[in-house]
């Protein structure tokens, strides 16, 4: 929003003149003195009611139209009540754009531009708390434009800070850290303390989305130096926070709490909502690493009860993925389903290609339309300088205009014979050009969806954080061949147990993609609804599913899956593993203990049986793999054949000493040595632990 402190002045004249309100006890405000017939007085205060008429009694009284924007701008700015500020910064939009003269001085003209710019980003900025992204897009550009052209430094600040923090929300992170760097850099040349910090905060969160913990944390120190240093106390709320869920990243516990501890005091002087329930979130995660489950709970449940009332998606999901954690400790399966439905689809409700493209539409509208107004600016100012030539240098003009005429008459006659000498070879190109231009329109829009397809495939994944927590120490070595794979790993955990899997469906890229998501789902049912509990029945009734949600087509789907599943407890040193087509490796003592798989998959068979659950002792030490056919399947080498499952048994014995972070390295390194230069032919998944 934008600041006119002076201003203020009039508005005291104005509430000492007003003493009693001029509203009505109808409804709906008279339009004749409010301007806006569908303002509804039952929904404003009457503190903000009498403001709303001093500002209105100065705005009815003024004959200058810089004045009466400022009365309306008084009430957008102070009045933060969405059923009123903004029916008046529309207002402010249509009174400039239809109504205020410009045969106005320069300087008003200019105060005239900024103010459209000023209520074009507070529009902007509605759209967005609305969730509407391409509107919110469109305006911002349409303000930033007009910023540029009058060169107001100090707007531009705010125009680029909001531009980074929508694209930041539409997860265009490059994009963002572009237009916060703006910012940043603008603040300084402006010297906006206040907006440094401000940028700063928003870089280190964009680096931490990014993964790049160690940036994000120097950024946000750095602005919250400048937060205490100035006495901002959302400021210090907000890095406080950030700093928390850095450190809790990290496993730095102690710092965690600190902050998050600081945070939450913070916010709650001011009593802001959103950060209280932002906190929550946070500070639950740290709860259930430090194994205090009930408290983690009474936060989730406090965070998810703001975040509802806020109808914010984003704080929802947050909250109920630390409640869907909290259930799965405590054997709430009910409630575990019900928190991971409640999360998935808050995530759909966030992601939407649909904005995004909007969004590329709405950039290369404002590089057009920029360029535009840079070319209109050239041309007024090349006509004026005409006007100002002498009659002398008019007649030179002439003289040099004729002499170019003829020369192009020359060039065109010449032209016109090239033309007809080439018109066919012209028109065979035009043709190869526009068929070239649908094969990439059509290239570009099956690219979009197998994208957004990878961000719904990323979803179902356990995150891999959450494999590390369960899986104590252990790696997952996971490569698609393509944008999104047919091979996924899977983990859940109910009573003791951790149950992990990595399965191979049929096929790669989108096809097996599209079946990975049918047989994860299938798995998490058959656990958490069907309480199926062996490793054994666990495959027989994701079999039953699988076939189920396939055979719905009418016809007869032959697609399914292999998968090595394992269910781990970790107290008791035991575990119990079956496997369909795919094995389990153990390495022990310097040797190699192969369990063979039974030999049918989950789907449609013609010899199928119950699966066979394994009971493994298990000894401190013991080295787990689980994997799909691609790492040994893959062709490379000298010779171009396939690694083969003994080349990778002789690697895995060779590393039983090294660490399992060092095991996925060297794995990682092997493989792609291997493959070289060759195509890489199937999915790979390699999930190792060490007990």
Not at 322 to 329: Q, T
Not at 436 to 449: G, Q, Y
Not at 539 to 562: H, N, Q, W, Y
Request: with cysteine.
């Amino acid at each position: 929003m934008i600041k006119r402190y002076l201003f203020f002045f009039f508005i005291l004249i104005a509430a000492i003149r007003t003493g009693n309100s001029l509203a009505q006890e109808n409804e709906y405000a008279p339009s004749d003195f409010y301007l806006i017939d569908t303002l509804n007085l039952n929904l404003i205060s009457n503190e903000e009611l009498h403001y709303i008429d001093s500002c209105l009694t100065i705005y009815h009284e003024s004959t200058s139209d810089t004045t009466k924007i400022l009365a309306l701008f008084s009430i957008v700015d102070n009045i933060w009540n969405d059923n009123v500020w903004p029916l008046y910064n529309r207002y402010v939009m249509d009174r400039i754009l239809n109504t205020v003269s410009y045969s106005a001085s320069k300087e008003e003209k200019k105060f005239m531009q900024k103010s459209l710019g000023s209520a074009l980003n507070n529009e902007g900025f509605f759209q967005r708390s609305q969730g509407n992204y391409p509107m919110a897009i469109q305006y911002y550009l349409e303000s930033l434009k007009i910023f540029e052209l009058i060169e107001d430094q100090q707007s531009l600040t705010f125009s680029y800070n909001n531009l980074g923090v929508l694209y930041q929300q539409q997860f265009d992170y490059d994009k963002a850290l572009e237009y916060h760097n703006k910012s940043l850099e603008q603040s300084k040349t402006v010297g906006d303390s206040a907006m440094i910090a401000y940028s700063l905060n928003n870089i280190g969160v964009v680096w931490q989305l990014k993964d790049s913990l160690v940036f994000a944390l120097n950024y946000f120190q750095a602005g919250l130096e400048l937060y205490t240093k100035f006495n901002n106390v959302r400021g210090q709320a907000n890095g406080h926070y950030n700093m928390g869920f850095v450190y809790l990243q990290l496993d730095s516990l102690a710092a965690s709490e600190v902050h998050f501890e600081k945070s939450l005091d913070g916010f709650e002087s001011i009593r802001e909502e959103y950060g209280i329930s932002l906190v929550c979130s946070g500070w639950g995660e740290l709860d259930l690493k430090l194994g205090r489950i009930e408290s983690a709970k009474i936060r989730g449940e406090y965070g998810l009860q703001l975040a509802k009332k806020l109808h914010d998606p984003d704080l929802m999901k947050r909250n109920a993925n630390l409640l869907y954690e909290v259930a799965v400790k405590n054997g709430d399966w009910k409630h575990a389903l019900e928190m991971r439905n409640l999360e998935v689809s808050m995530i759909d409700s966030i992601e939407s290609m649909d904005n995004i493209r909007a969004n590329a539409k709405a950039e290369a509208g404002y590089a057009f339309e920029k360029q535009q107004a840079i070319r209109d600016t050239e041309h007024r100012k090349e006509m004026e300088k005409q006007q100002s030539l002498s009659l002398a240098e008019k007649k030179r003009q002439n003289v040099i205009i004729t002499a170019v005429s003829v020369g192009l008459l020359i060039v065109v006659i010449f032209t016109y014979f090239l033309v007809k000498r080439f018109r066919i070879t012209q028109r065979q190109k035009q043709i190869i050009e526009e068929q070239k231009f649908v094969v990439e329109e059509k290239n570009k829009e099956i690219l979009d969806s197998i994208h957004y397809a990878r961000r719904i495939q990323n979803a179902i994944l356990p995150s891999m954080n959450a494999m590390q927590l369960a899986l104590r120490d252990g790696f997952v070595l996971y490569k698609p061949k393509d944008v999104v794979a047919g091979d996924f790993f899977w983990m859940e955990k109910s009573d003791t147990n951790v149950y992990f899997a990595a399965a191979d469906c049929t096929g790669h890229g989108v096809p097996g993609a599209m079946v990975s998501v049918v047989c994860s789902h299938a798995l998490s049912k058959a656990l958490l609804e069907e309480n199926a509990k062996t490793t054994g029945q666990l495959l027989d009734k994701t079999r039953e599913i699988v076939i189920d949600r396939l055979a719905k087509s009418g016809d007869e789907m032959k697609d399914g899956m292999d998968i090595s599943i394992c269910a781990v407890d970790f107290s008791n040193l035991t575990m119990m593993w079956s496997g369909a087509n795919n094995p389990l490796w153990i390495v022990r003592d310097k040797r190699l203990i192969e369990y063979k798989p039974d030999k049918q998959p989950i789907g449609l068979y013609s010899k199928k049986s119950s699966f066979q659950t394994h009971y493994i002792e298990l000894f401190k030490g013991d080295k787990l793999y689980i994997m799909t056919d691609g790492f040994q399947d893959q062709f490379g080498g000298p010779s171009g054949k396939k690694f083969k499952s003994a080349q990778l048994k002789d690697c895995l014995l060779s590393l039983e000493a090294e660490s399992m972070d060092q095991q996925k390295i060297v794995l990682n390194q092997t493989f792609e040595n291997w493959k070289e230069n060759s195509e890489q032919i199937d999915d790979v998944c390699l999930i190792g632990i060490r007990i």
